[in-house]
Nanobody, 114 residues
Framework: QVQLVESGGGLVQPGGSLRLSCAAS????????MGWYRQAPGKRELVATM??????NYADSVKGRFAISRDIPNNTVYLQMNSLKPEDTAVYYC?????????WGQGTQVTVSS
């Protein structure tokens, strides 16, 4: 059974920073992709992903402000979020893809407001 445990959400002022963490446990395998998605009212959208080989993909709206990184031996993915904007407010979900399966974390709320 695969589990994803997220942490690091909260309330921050516009222009501030937060760092999200997601630790995976269980039968993960060595070839996989981990990443972050977010959901405001509406559909869930990609924020950033990183493969186990280090290939990254970012949403255009976060390029230059957010940075994804991974601790491969500890199966952990991080999302450093800088220059946060009110429109970044959402529930952020960690996702692990081990083709053909995928798994979601429980979500962590990020609120950007003054």
């Amino acid at each position: 059974q695969v589990q994803l445990v997220e942490s690091g959400g909260g309330l921050v002022q516009p222009g501030g920073s937060l760092r999200l963490s997601c630790a995976a446990s269980g039968r993960i395998g060595s070839v996989n992709t981990m990443g972050w998605y977010r959901q405001a009212p509406g559909k869930r959208e990609l924020v950033a992903t990183m493969t186990s080989r280090g290939v990254t993909n970012y949403a255009d709206s976060v390029k230059g402000r957010f940075a994804i990184s991974r601790d491969i031996p500890n199966n952990t993915v991080y999302l450093q979020m800088n220059s946060l904007k009110p429109e970044d407010t959402a529930v952020y979900y960690c996702k692990l893809i081990v083709v053909p399966d995928y798994y979601w974390g429980q979500g962590t709320q990020v609120t950007v407001s003054s």
